[in-house]
């Protein structure tokens, strides 16, 4: 049985792989870092809380992601966790750096020093190309970021390639453009639009402000986009994919495709304020990814109509259960019973077992004292 280690499992994308790779027959872990309010709603929404083993560990404790990799002993690491916000990364510059840059080379040396034959997914992103004059962008594309956050992705996505080539690690950059989902964080603009759309047609709201509306993106579906980062990791060498549609809309179409879908006219609720326009801005995104179509046979299934659909569907579903009394799925327990967790107090012993079934790979003296060095360093 395959092992597979996701970082950031309680994030949009993290579920849904998780789910794609125990249709596969992989035995799944995924990190999870402590809060206050600990959010496990994705994974109780996909129905998969109960069928994967959680291990806390952040991306800025190297420590932590030691013992996630020691206790998962995976074949393959998915690297989704990050600061992913690009708002947020010019109000957080040093933090987004610490763990979208630091975090990806903290794993890539964890893998030099383990075990050089764990495969590697970087969670890379369209963002790189930020200021990019050429459109369509491919993976020939110049890179220039326009924001910390893509900053911070471009040093890894270096990191993913330099691991490569000097040590021979299995290392795959996934360059993603956006891509969204009922599963969509409520602070990035389709699912604030899709989310006002509900409460607008509901009553519950009365206008949606906006920041640009011109901005124009790339927009495809998550559960679509993760099966190519699967893909690429199963290819019989390691390369760098565009993975995109192929189509561009701006903010104002999304949210008038959203509006319509509930038979409302756009312009009467949406207003857009200055004060949510980025410091810089990426105007234009649209992907080519026939590299990803031709060396691995992915096409996008869904596009922009039946992924803004979904997305205003599903969230006026919530909002009329929560209006007849039911809970959001937010509100679920936080920590269900019966939840498979690595917790520190019980590691060696969890140490030993992922030993003796991974065998070969950590159960040699060397490796272990190559951890302990690492640790105590
Ligand atoms: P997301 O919903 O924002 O999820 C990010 C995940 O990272 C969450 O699980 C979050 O945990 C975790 N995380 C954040 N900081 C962490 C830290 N210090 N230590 C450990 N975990 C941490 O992002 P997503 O949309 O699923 O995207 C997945 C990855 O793809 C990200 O790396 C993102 O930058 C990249 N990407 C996304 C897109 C897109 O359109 N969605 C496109 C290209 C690339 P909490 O739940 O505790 O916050
Ligand atoms: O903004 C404009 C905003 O925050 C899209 C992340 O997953 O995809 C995502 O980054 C556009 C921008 O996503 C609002 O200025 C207008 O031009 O939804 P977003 P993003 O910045 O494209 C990439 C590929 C990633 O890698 C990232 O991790 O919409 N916009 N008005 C707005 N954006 C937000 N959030 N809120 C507004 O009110």
């Known amino acids: 049985m395959k092992r597979a280690l996701i970082t950031g499992i309680t994030g949009q994308d993290g579920p849904y792989l998780a789910r794609l790779l125990l249709s596969k027959g992989y035995k799944v872990y995924g990190t999870y870092r402590r809060t206050s309010s600990p959010n496990f709603w994705r994974l109780q929404h996909l129905g998969i809380l109960k069928k994967i083993t959680l291990i806390p560990a952040d991306l800025s404790d190297m420590s932590s992601l030691l013992e996630a990799v020691t206790v998962s002993n995976p074949d393959e690491i998915y690297n989704l966790a990050a600061q992913s916000f690009v708002g947020a990364s010019f109000d957080q510059p040093l933090h987004t750096t610490e763990i979208d840059a630091s975090g990806a080379t903290r794993f890539l040396e964890i893998i030099r020093h383990l075990n050089k034959n764990i495969k590697f997914y970087q969670a890379s992103t369209s963002e790189l190309f930020g200021g990019a004059k050429e459109c369509p962008q491919d993976e020939r594309t110049p890179m220039m970021p326009n924001s910390p956050y893509a900053a911070a992705k471009l040093h890894a996505y270096h990191m993913t390639k330099i691991y490569r080539h000097s040590y021979g690690i299995f290392t795959c950059n996934g360059i993603l453009f956006n891509h969204e989902s009922p599963l969509r964080g409520l602070e990035f603009v389709t699912r604030k639009i899709t989310n006002s759309v509900a409460k607008i047609k509901l009553g519950l709201q009365k206008e949606l402000v906006l920041g640009n509306l011109d901005a124009k993106r790339d927009w495809g579906y998550a559960g679509d986009f993760v099966k190519m980062m699967w ?147």
């Open 231 to 377: 893909m690429m990791m199963q290819h019989d060498k390691p390369d760098d994919f565009v993975i995109a549609t192929g189509e561009t809309y701006s903010v104002g179409e999304f949210a008038e495709e959203a509006f319509k879908v509930v038979g409302l006219d756009w312009k009467k609720y949406v207003k857009s304020d200055q004060k949510l326009h980025r410091p810089m801005e990426v105007h234009q995104l649209c992907g080519d990814a026939r590299k990803a179509r031709d060396v691995l046979g992915w096409e996008a299934e869904i596009k922009f109509k039946e992924l803004v659909k979904m997305m205003v569907e599903s969230d006026l579903r919530l909002w009329k259960k929560f209006t007849s009394g039911e809970n959001f799925p937010w509100d679920a327990p936080s920590f269900p019973h019966g939840m498979d967790v690595i917790a520190r107090n019980v590691t060696r012993d969890a140490k030993r077992e992922a030993a003796a079934i991974g065998g070969k790979k950590l159960a040699g003296k060397k490796k272990k004292s190559t951890w302990k060095k690492l640790l105590k360093g």
